[in-house]
Structure formats: C-alpha cells, structure tokens
C-alpha cells in the first residue's frame, strides 16, 4: 500500500485542490475569495490531466534524437494547454464583470451585491 | 454542390466564426454591411444544415474528418483508432441544428433594432456568433474534448452577452452567475474526460463507446458528466442561476440561451445514450433523468406563478417546459434495454419522439414569448407586469402573436404544443401514471398563469402613462413572426414532421445497431 504513495502524490495534490477550492467557492462570500476558487479548481483539474500521462522515468514526447526509453503521453499536456488558455479567458471575463459589480453597488461582498431573489 | 455538402459540417462552424472576427472591421466601416454581413452568414448557415438534412435522411450519419485526406478516411492507416478530431452528424444533432440555426437567424434580426440604442454593437454581433460556432460545435463533435472547448465558446460568449447592458447592476450579477456555473460545470466536464481518457486512451465518442466498461470510475465520470450538463441546462435543483441570468440578458440573446441549455440536454443524451448506451445500468439512470424532469416541471411552474417580472416569469417557465423533454426522454432510456419496448410501436420510441419533438416545439414558441417579454420591456420601460396594462391597444402585432405563444405552451389542441404533449402523455402513462397526471396539472397551471400574464399587460383601459408607447420596431416583428411561422406550419403538418425529423433522431438515439460507433470505427468485427 505505502509503495503507491509516491507514484499517486500528483492525484493526492489534485483532489486536495478540488477539495479546498469547493469549499471556498460554497463557504466564501467575497467574489475575489470565489474566482480564486475557481482558479485553484482548474489547476487541479490541469494537474490531474497532467499526472494522466506521466509515465514514470519518461521522457518529452519528441522522435527526434529521442533518448532510449518510454515517454510521457503527448494528448494530455495539449489537453491542458487548451484547457489553461481556456480558464485564462473565463477568469479575464469574470474579473471584468466583478469590476462593474463593484462599481455599481460599491461593495464584494456576494449577500451585500446580491439583488435578484426569488 | 456536392463538395458543399460534403465539407457542409466544418463548413457550418467555420462560418459564423470567420463572420464572427469580421464583424469588428467592417462594422467600424459601416453599420449596414455589418448588419447585411451576421444577416447573410447566419441565413447561409440555416441554408447549408437544411441541404445537410436533406443529406443525412437520404444517406444516414455524416462523418467529416478534420486533416485527413479524405473526410471519411476516420482512422488513419496505419494506426488502430481515429486520432484526429471528428465531426459526426446523425439525426438527433441535425434536428438541433435546424433549431438552432432558425433561432440564431431570428435572434439576430430581433437584435437588429432591439440593441440599436446601445453602445458596443459591433462587439454584441461578435459575440453573438461566437455563441452561434459554440452551439453547433456542441451539436456535430465526434469527441469529447472538442464538446468541452464548444461548451466553454458557448459559456463564456453567452455570459459576456447577458452583462452586456453593463448601465444596470442586475445584468452583471446575472452575467457572473452564468459564468460561474459554466466554469464549474465545464470543470467538471474536463474532469470526467479525464477519468475516461485514463482508462482507455480515446477521447472519440464512438470509438470509447466501443470498448466502455462501465467500471467505478466509468460511472464517477457518467454522474460528473450528467451532473455537469444538468447544471448547464438549468435543471431543478440546479436551476438557481437561470432565471437571474435569463431576465436581465437582452431579449434576443434569451432566446438564444434557451437552446443552449437544450444543447446541453443533448450532450446529456448523447452521453447516455451513444457513449454509454448497453452498458449503462438504464433503469436507474432514466429514473434519476426523469425525476430531474419532474421536480423542474412541477417547481418550475409553482414559481412562475408568483413572479411579477415578465421575463422571470418566462424563464421559469422555460425551466418546467424542460422537463417535459426529460420525462420523455427518460422514459425511453429507462425502457432503453427493452428491444420491444424501444422499437416501432413500443412506448418507449414514442415516449423518446414525443420529448424530442417538445424540444423543436419548445425552440419555436419558447423564444417567441421572450422575444414579446423583451419587446414589452423596450416599449415600457420595466418589466414589472404589475405596472402594465391596456397594451393590447397599442401593440397589435405583438399582442396577436403572444396568444399564439400562450396557446402553445399551454398545449392548447391543435396548436403544436398539444401534439408534442399528447403524445408525451399517451406514451408515459404506460410507463408510469404518475408522471402523465404531473404533466396534465402543470400544463392546466401553465395556462392559468399564462392568463393572468396576459391579462395585467394587455387587457383593460388603456393607460395614462403608455399613451406615447407605438409598435414595436418591424425587424423585431419580422423575427417573431419567423418563429410564429415555424409553429403555425407545425401545427399544420404535425405527422410530417414526426415521420421525418423527430423519428429519425430518437432511432439516432435508440440505436440498437450502434450506427454512430460503427461510423467512425468501421463494421464490428
């Protein structure tokens, strides 16, 4: 059992991230505090697709000059690159709504800005 | 013409994209040709999915493989499964699409006048088109990751267009709701691509169909996956951001929203059905769908009825109609196993028919009635129904085409809501009574609600303070007069429809000999 730990820390780490930032996005009430939730949440989905791929002792995915050995699989890293440049542009646009937020009802707090109910 | 039909899939979503980037320049050139250029695009669109139709009934499921040298050659020689992306179009996609690209092009005349006084237009038609690529990706990717990067196209245009009357508080609060919950939702969507590309290295749909186990991990990744999609279509429980950011979007962009959460429905199915199709323990998983349908039709309507804010009003509404296409479908995925059932004449096809055809019904009578609630608000000024009255005097056109919509939605015979309802209602009762009594009672509250909506805006003695209030502008008339038109020839030839789009996509669905794998792997061996 012990002798996986090692192998399984990057998924350790990445259900550790999802966890934390749950709870910042269910318990927080500042809207900054919550796009940080959702940052940390995509990291951890990123790191998650990383570790997929890992193969262990391997090397770049690239044939030329490849040293002998097993490589590291290719599809998951261009998955997380898509996915980083994707969150990227979630978290611009959700920052540029939480700026107007802010100027129109002057405060961040999410029970205070909060008009709609019911 | 036949090259056009054949690259017709990417054709479809490379259009609206490439106007999309060419709507800036030209736009800050002249505001006519802008206008003439979304007009065009989006109608040539509309032009090309109905020559794909016609296609696809004639020659089954359409496969286009995006680099390779031929668009059917799906896996590469010398490799075992198809590593580049695939679009795969079937009966069920094709019939979204059709809806889609009709509401696109209403939605985009609508906006015509309906933004005019607004600022940034140029930026609001991009946008918009962004949204329109994100649709049809959604509808035509063969593979998971590219319904992913759709998904995401579709979320974050659609939340920059509700925020885009940035003058008032509530349209930002709603915008950032949207964009949450589409951040999470599609987080939880890559995460489930995750945990089934760790297991079998594929992300084509068909290929992972092929070899899906339905292990624990399978179904950790089919309930994120469900989940996540329920939460995009604004499902009861999860359904807590739809109404704040449906009635504070300008009108023509809810209309559009609204068959986003369908296509989110449809990715729901596809997963399902085609990704996970015999494996799936369906019993269970069609209750849960079902019950999803239930508790949004019957919540849905209760809290509609208490609203006083017309679009609010409406977006409820929205949500309970929802759940009628999830008590049909649901049916046909919990009878799924049941070769007889799910064949022709069996409860469960006309169960899954009388769901998808609400869906198309829904899509025409649905944006309808947010496209009247919008040109409400741009002649009133509020969309408090409680301040409005008499509006019948003054707004003909309109008032004529929200008796169509409230006809429709409350399934009032022969108007196409009731086909779609009664065949929903014949076909669940065998499968369960309980939830044809829930339709019928929902349904007889959808009108009751419907009447009184309509009589505080309408009816009654004209009002001191609308006095000065004309007809609504004629390219928002022209728009709701497309869709009225839609539901005017589908209430007339209701079988035609069935027989040749609505049974087509719940067999694509049904499937029993897996054409959409076999498509893109080739035979079984």
């Excluded at chain 2, 709701?177 to 995460?191: D, N, P």
């Excluded at chain 2, 092929?210 to 996540?228: H, N």
């Excluded at chain 2, 509020?382 to 085409?401: I, N, P, S, V, Y």
């Excluded at chain 2, 996509?505 to 794998?517: K, Q, R, T």
């Amino acid at each position: 059992m012990m002798e996986y730990i090692p192998l399984n820390f990057p998924f350790l780490a990445a259900a550790l991230l999802v966890g934390v930032s749950f709870y910042i996005i269910i318990f927080k009430r500042n809207l900054i505090k919550l796009i940080m939730g959702i940052a940390m949440m995509a990291s951890g989905v990123n790191l998650f697709l990383v570790a997929l791929g890992y193969r262990a002792g391997g090397g770049a995915p690239i044939y030329t000059d490849a040293p002998p050995g097993p490589m590291v699989l290719p599809v998951p890293q261009a998955l997380t690159l898509t996915s980083i440049v994707i969150n990227v542009a979630v978290l611009a646009l959700m920052l540029t709504i939480v700026i107007r937020i802010y100027r129109h009802t002057k405060s961040l707090d999410s029970e205070k800005s909060r008009r709609m109910k019911g | 013409m036949a090259a056009l039909i054949t690259h017709s899939p990417i054709l479809i979503i490379a259009i609206p994209l490439f106007a999309a980037f060419l709507t800036l320049p030209i736009g800050m050139a002249s505001k006519k040709a802008r206008n003439a250029l979304v007009i065009v695009s989006l109608a040539f669109v509309a032009f090309l999915v109905f020559a794909l139709a016609r296609d696809i009934s004639i020659n089954g499921i359409h496969v286009y493989t995006l680099g390779a040298t031929s668009p059917d050659l799906t896996i590469p020689t010398g490799v075992m499964v198809p590593v580049r992306i695939i679009l795969e179009v079937d009966g069920m996609s094709i019939l979204m699409a059709i809806i889609w690209s009709i509401v696109a092009l209403a939605a985009a005349i609508f906006s015509l006048s309906h933004i005019a006084s607004e600022t940034g237009q140029n930026r609001f038609y991009t946008l918009l088109l962004l949204m329109v690529t994100g649709g049809f990706g959604m509808m035509f990717t063969g593979d998971l990751f590219n319904l992913f990067v759709f998904l995401e196209i579709t979320s974050i245009s659609g939340a920059a267009l509700i925020a885009f009357r940035t003058r008032s508080a509530d349209t930002q609060e709603g915008g950032f709701k949207y964009i949450v919950v589409s951040a999470i939702a599609s987080l939880m969507v890559l995460f489930a691509i995750g945990l089934l590309y760790g297991q079998y290295n594929l992300l084509n749909i068909g290929a992972l169909a092929q070899v899906i186990q339905y292990t624990t991990s399978d179904m950790i990744a089919l309930a994120l996956l469900i989940i996540a999609f329920t939460i995009k279509a604004g499902m009861v429980p999860l359904h807590l951001w739809l109404p704040d950011a449906y009635s504070v979007a300008p009108a023509s962009i809810t209309g559009m929203l609204l068959i986003t959460s369908h296509t989110c429905m449809y990715a729901a199915f596809r997963v399902c059905f085609t990704l996970y199709g015999g494996m799936l323990d369906t019993p269970v998983v069609g209750w849960i769908i079902i019950a999803f349908g239930l508790l949004s039709m019957f919540v849905g309507v209760t809290m509609a009825l208490r609203q006083k804010d017309v679009m609010r009003f409406m977006s409820y509404h929205a949500i309970s109609q929802l759940g009628y296409m999830w008590v049909g479908i649901g049916v046909g995925l919990a009878v799924l196993g049941n070769a007889e059932l799910v064949g022709i004449g069996g409860y469960g096809r006309d169960a899954m028919s009388g769901g998808i055809f609400h869906i198309l019904n829904d899509a025409m009578y649905m944006p309808l009635l947010f496209f009247i609630g919008g040109a409400l608000f741009q002649c009133t000024g509020t969309r408090d129904l409680t301040k409005m009255g008499g509006l019948a005097h003054k707004l003909k056109w309109t008032t004529m085409l929200f008796i169509i919509g409230t006809l429709c939605i409350s399934g009032i015979p022969p108007l196409n809501g009731f086909s779609s309802k009664i065949l929903i209602y014949e076909s669940v009762y065998q499968f369960h009574p309980i939830l044809a009594i829930t339709g019928i009672i929902v349904s007889i509250l959808i009108l009751a609600s419907f009447a009184k909506a309509f009589h505080s805006a309408f009816m009654g003695a004209e009002l001191p303070g609308y006095k000065a209030v004309k007809e609504v502008p004629r390219s928002m008339i022209i728009a709701m007069v497309i869709l009225a038109a839609g539901i005017v020839f589908i209430t007339l030839f209701p079988s035609l429809i069935v027989d040749w789009t609505i049974h087509p996509a719940a067999d694509a669905l049904i499937d029993p000999e897996g054409a959409y794998i076999t498509a893109v792997t080739g035979a079984i061996p």
